[in-house]
C-alpha cells in the first residue's frame, strides 16, 4: 500500500544535461506556488548543494536559509532522492522525493514520486502513515485527473 | 486547512493500531469493546488510542441510544478531507513545476 504522488513528464534533452539543470538551475524554474508554501514566508530561492552528502535549501527574503532535505542519493544522469520538509511539518514528520531520469530516443523522461510518510524506508524517517483508503482513492485519481491535466497544460 | 490540524492528523496516524481503527470506523460506527476485539487489544490500550484519535479530531464519541454508558465511536469526514487535500496539493504542485523545468529547458537549448 502507497501514499505517494507520481507524476512523469519527456522533456527534449538527455538525461545527463536534464540532471543538470534540474539540480543546477533549480532557482532558475521552480515557480512559486501561492497555495502550496515551502515555508510561511514564501519558496524563498532554492538550490541543491550538491552530491551524496549534499541539501536541497532555499534562501529566504529575509536572508535565512530554510534546508528543505538532505540528499539521500545523488547519481548524475540517472536519479535523484532528497528528503522533502515543508516548514509546517513536525519535527518527526517527513516526506521523501525520487526522480528518476530515462532516456527515450534523444529525449529524456522525468518522473517524480512524491513519497509520504507510511511509504518511506524506514532507515531515512519515522513512521507516519495515511490511511489506506486516501491512498487507494489517490492512486485511482492520478492517471485519470492530474496527467490529464498536465497533458493539457503542455499540449 | 490549517498546517497545525493536519500535523495532528498525521501524528494520530503515525501508530499502526491507530490507522487500524481508521480503516476500520470506515465501514460503520464501533463500540470501544468491538474495536478492541477486532484488533485484539486490551480494552485499556483501546482506549488510550481512541483517546488520541478523538483529541486529533480524526473520531467523535456518541453514546449509545438504547444504553447510555456504551460509547460509540465514529470517523469524522473533515479529517480525511485534510489529508486528501494534501496529496492533491503535492500532486498539482509537481504538475506546476515539471511543466516549468521542461519550459526552462526548451528555452535555454534555443
Request: glycine fraction near 6%.
Amino acid at each position: 500500500m502507497t501514499s505517494k504522488v507520481f507524476l512523469a513528464i519527456r522533456v527534449p534533452a538527455d538525461p545527463v544535461r536534464t540532471f543538470d539543470a534540474f539540480t543546477g538551475d533549480i532557482g532558475a524554474w521552480w515557480r512559486p506556488d501561492p497555495l502550496f508554501q515551502i515555508t510561511p514566508h514564501g519558496d524563498g530561492a532554492l538550490s541543491f548543494e550538491p552530491g551524496p552528502d549534499g541539501r536541497l535549501v532555499t534562501r529566504l527574503g529575509n536572508g535565512e536559509t530554510f534546508e528543505i532535505g538532505r540528499i539521500l542519493a545523488w547519481e548524475p544522469g540517472r536519479r535523484l532522492v532528497f528528503v522533502w520538509r515543508q516548514a509546517s511539518f513536525s519535527p518527526d514528520q517527513s516526506t521523501e522525493v525520487e526522480v528518476r531520469f530515462e532516456p527515450v530516443g534523444d529525449e529524456t523522461r522525468v518522473s517524480i514520486e512524491h513519497r509520504a510518510w507510511d511509504t518511506i524506508p524506514q532507515e531515512h524517517a519515522a513512521r507516519h502513515g495515511f490511511p489506506e483508503h486516501v491512498t487507494l482513492q489517490r492512486a485511482a485519481d492520478w492517471w485519470r485527473v492530474s496527467m490529464g491535466a498536465l497533458r493539457q497544460r503542455l499540449g | 486547512m490549517s498546517a497545525r490540524d493536519l500535523d495532528r492528523t498525521l501524528a494520530a496516524l503515525a501508530d499502526p493500531h491507530r490507522r487500524r481503527v481508521v480503516d476500520l470506523l470506515r465501514e460503520k460506527p464501533y463500540r470501544a469493546g468491538d474495536l478492541a476485539q477486532a484488533t485484539h487489544l486490551p480494552f485499556p490500550t483501546m482506549s488510550r488510542h481512541l483517546k488520541t484519535l478523538r483529541q486529533s479530531g480524526l473520531v467523535e464519541e456518541d453514546r449509545d441510544a438504547l444504553d447510555s454508558r456504551v460509547r460509540i465511536y465514529r470517523l469524522k469526514a473533515e479529517a480525511m478531507a485534510e489529508l486528501k487535500t494534501w496529496l492533491a496539493e503535492t500532486d498539482a504542485m509537481w504538475a506546476r513545476q515539471l511543466a516549468s523545468f521542461k519550459a526552462h529547458l526548451q528555452k535555454s537549448r534555443k
